[in-house]
């Protein structure tokens, strides 16, 4: 293979896969607040596997202290949190726990429409055989992580809107032409 096309080669590799690293790097999510209830680690601990988790899934996720506030819910709010956190994507946790179940509920917010882009849910009860609470938090932030991908992708096609069928006047058939008299 000549020396320029290698270097041509590389060149586009390099130039794809900077478009796919500003396409991912697009896609920030924060986790801006963890709400516990009952026996249950530290929300620090549990901040960090939700992290963990969603970096899992493939995003960009800044470690940043944790919104001391309550959750938030309206849009105003969620624009100051992305600017905060420098996120596109919010992502609140609930654990609610009791010495015998714990359940976990993890919320990804889209920060510019206020659109709830997922809810995921798992409960482990004492029969279960459930790994800790962090590791669950962290599969299901990865799980979470990998339906926004998703959602995200489908996203443009969804909120494209399909396009105005034109309407044209109907066309006039032409008539024949009388022969010319004679």
Same mark, same amino acid.
């Given at each position: ?109 889209? +920060?510019? /429409?206020?659109?709830?882009?997922? %809810?995921? #849910?798992?409960?482990? $009860?004492?029969?279960?055989?459930? *790994? !800790?609470? &962090? ?22 096609? +969804?909120? /494209?809107?399909?396009?105005?069928? %034109?309407? #044209?006047?109907?066309? $006039?058939?032409?008539?024949?032409? *009388? !022969?010319? &008299?004679?």
């Amino acid at each position: 293979m000549p020396k320029h096309c290698l270097t041509i080669a590389v060149g586009l590799w390099l130039t794809a896969s900077g478009l796919a690293v500003r396409a991912v790097a697009a896609e920030a999510l924060a986790v801006v607040g963890v709400v516990t209830e009952g026996d249950t680690p530290a929300p620090q601990d549990l901040a960090a596997a939700l992290r963990r988790g969603f970096v899992q899934g493939g995003f960009a996720v800044p470690a940043a202290k944790l919104d001391p506030g309550p959750p938030c819910t309206q849009h105003a709010c969620y624009a100051e949190l992305a600017t905060k956190f420098k996120a596109n994507l919010l992502a609140w946790a609930k654990v609610q726990s009791s010495p015998q179940t714990y359940e976990v509920e993890i919320r990804v917010v889209a +920060a510019d /429409t206020a659109d709830t882009v997922t %809810v995921d #849910r798992i409960r482990c $009860a004492a029969d279960d055989l459930c *790994p !800790p609470m &962090p590791q669950t938090m962290q599969r299901l932030a990865k799980e979470a992580g990998r339906k926004v991908r998703l959602r995200l992708a489908e996203a443009p096609l +969804a909120k /494209t809107p399909a396009p105005d069928p %034109v309407v #044209r006047e109907p066309a $006039a058939l032409a008539s024949p032409t *009388p !022969p010319p &008299p004679p």
